[in-house]
């Protein structure tokens, strides 16, 4: 996998926006950047994905830097139930079984 | 929304004893993954099976470890003789097809082996 890099942590009040760094500069052209995160001990929650173009969804912003070594994960309002580990990943597709590697991520404190 | 589970959510067992975990994954998934945690260390990917086969296995996943689809709904992960250090959450995940979708997470099953 693409080698991925991410703080090891970061507050953000409640009610601002999160933004989460991740530095992916070995990615090749036709690999996408996966976002997930962990509350607690809880399974990997997928936020979202993307190639190339600036992705949203009802849970995130993802917005990928023209050459494509790092993005940014917006979460646009933050709330308490936001505090998780995040992940940033960018997997092999060495064929169609691609795992996933998760690394130590960022975690977010959302704090009121 | 469809989603992942996985039973037990947490199993004790005595060293040496066999464990079997169970995961339902998605309805018409056709990827399906283990993963494990080790209390306060990383994910870590266990083995992918497609077709009724092994796709990709890591190094963890010595001869202890066996999967199997029994029928079309379960994704079973077995292993023969627990160890201590099996100790961990065992994350199932599944997805549909193709390089680029997306794998979907189960709640977990927390093994503890004593």
């Known amino acids: 996998d693409a080698k991925t890099t991410q703080p090891p942590s970061m507050d953000c009040a409640e009610g601002r926006a999160a933004n989460l760094p991740c530095n992916h500069s070995?990615?090749?052209?036709?690999?996408?950047v996966y976002w997930y995160r962990q509350i607690h001990s809880q399974g990997p929650q997928y936020i979202i994905h993307?190639?190339?173009n600036n992705e949203t969804n009802e849970m995130a912003s993802l917005i990928i830097t023209e050459d494509r070594k790092s993005s940014t994960l917006i979460l646009p309002h933050a709330t308490l139930r936001d505090t998780a580990v995040y992940y940033c990943?960018?997997?092999?597709?060495?064929?169609?079984?691609?795992?996933?590697?998760f690394g130590t991520g960022t975690r977010l404190q959302v704090t009121l | 929304e469809p989603e992942v589970t996985q039973t037990p959510s947490h199993q004790v067992t005595q060293m040496g004893q066999e464990v079997i975990l169970r995961c339902v994954p998605i309805?018409?998934?056709?990827?399906f993954y283990w993963y494990r945690q080790i209390l306060g260390q990383k994910v870590e990917f266990l083995v992918s099976?497609?077709?009724?086969?092994?796709?990709?296995k890591s190094e963890i996943f010595d001869d202890q470890f066996s999967v199997e689809r029994p029928d079309g709904s379960n994704f079973t992960l077995k292993i023969r003789s627990t160890k201590l250090e099996d100790s961990a959450m065992y994350f199932c995940?599944?997805?549909?097809?193709?390089?680029?979708?997306?794998?979907?997470f189960g709640p977990g099953t927390r093994l503890t082996v004593l």
């Open positions: 309805s018409n998934h056709l990827y």
């Open positions: 995940a599944s997805k549909f097809e193709g390089p680029t979708d997306t794998q979907y």
């Open positions: 990943i960018v997997p092999l597709n060495t064929g169609t079984a691609s795992k996933l590697t």
């Open positions: 993307g190639l190339k």
């Open positions: 099976f497609y077709n009724n086969e092994i796709s990709e």
């Open positions: 070995t990615i090749s052209g036709n690999e996408y």
